[in-house]
């Protein structure tokens, strides 16, 4: 295991942040490959007598900091991980990078429904890193839930995230399209959750070039006008939701109207659009009857 002592390794650090970049994507860089922690820099600090000792030699994490740096490649893909609310998943370039944004979907819930006790059975489309269902299964452990996903490959990694953060056995994982590895459970369904891809076609030709080059486009692209899936959804769901069962779905800064009406259409009640902490319409939420 290399060792370096506590100032050259504070110099490094330093230089490589001259190069770019931000100081969280170094953190996350230097604590998941290079075995070094933000707390064991700061005790670090305290006894800077003493060295460090790294998984892997500084030049093979210069290496992946400049490929970063250079070549846009998201820090989370280099890395294998990222950290969200207080989860850390492993992601892979087949996984959408999960946003903070997103982070917003667990306290809507908490809004909805409390502390409450009683056991309530909730689905995830389209799970992804299994981020959102990870957080609800953790924070209601009488609560059960099945989250989807188009790829078996992806539900393989969103189940180990899972085991990864929990003992419990209170969410399974299931492979298909939106709705339907969920037949079985039409009518069953207190709360249903989807961030699926809306970004519209011609947005998505713009997205930045660590977006558009890097993360997967089918959980991005939208269709045409980006509401391909969120209407495809919405549609469906009141066959699987119970009565005054609840979907909420993030949605792109200016579809929260649009969605809203197709909510409104298909005999949701209580609809309204939640604001993101840009204070972005970024969640369209409803009541099924």
């Given amino acids: 295991m290399p060792s370096i002592s506590v100032k050259e390794f504070l110099f490094w650090k330093k230089t490589q942040l001259s190069k770019g970049g931000d100081h969280q994507s170094l953190a996350l860089l230097l604590d998941s490959i290079g075995g070094i922690s933000n707390s064991d820099l700061n005790l670090s600090r305290i006894k800077s007598s003493d060295n460090l000792y790294l998984k892997k030699n500084l030049g093979y994490l210069e290496s992946l900091w400049d490929d970063h740096l250079l070549n846009s490649s998201p820090i989370q893909y280099l890395c294998g991980i990222t950290f969200w609310r207080d989860l850390k998943l492993e992601v892979t370039d087949k996984i959408l990078i ?15 429904f409390a502390k409450k006790s009683q056991k309530l059975f909730f689905a995830e489309l389209g ?28 539900l393989e990694i969103a189940n180990k995230n899972y085991m990864n953060c929990s003992d419990k056995s209170n969410l399974k994982f299931s492979c298909g399209h939106w709705w339907n590895p969920l037949e079985s459970f039409k009518g069953k369904f207190d709360l249903a959750i989807s961030n ?3 970004i519209p076609k011609e947005t998505y030709e713009k997205l930045p070039e660590e977006v558009k080059n890097f993360e997967p486009k089918i959980a991005l692209l939208g269709g045409e006008d980006g509401l391909k899936h969120i209407r495809e959804i919405i549609q469906k769901a009141p066959f699987f939701l119970r009565e005054k069962g609840w979907l909420i779905l993030e ?5 929260g109207e649009k969605v809203k009406q197709l909510l409104i259409k ?22 099924y009857k």
Avoid: C, M
Avoid at 266 to 285: C, M, P, Q
């Fill in 98 to 112: 999960p946003r903070p944004e997103t982070e917003l979907i667990v306290d809507i819930v908490f809004k909805i």
């Fill in 127 to 154: 799970t992804g890193s299994g981020a959102i269902s990870i957080a609800l299964a953790l924070a209601y452990p009488l609560w059960d839930g099945i989250a989807t996903d188009i790829d078996q490959d992806i």
């Fill in 196 to 198: 699926p891809p809306y």
């Fill in 251 to 255: 949605n792109h800064f200016d579809q």
């Fill in 266 to 287: 298909n005999k949701f009640k209580s609809v309204e659009i939640v604001n993101d902490l840009s204070g972005v319409g970024r969640f369209t939420i409803g009541r």
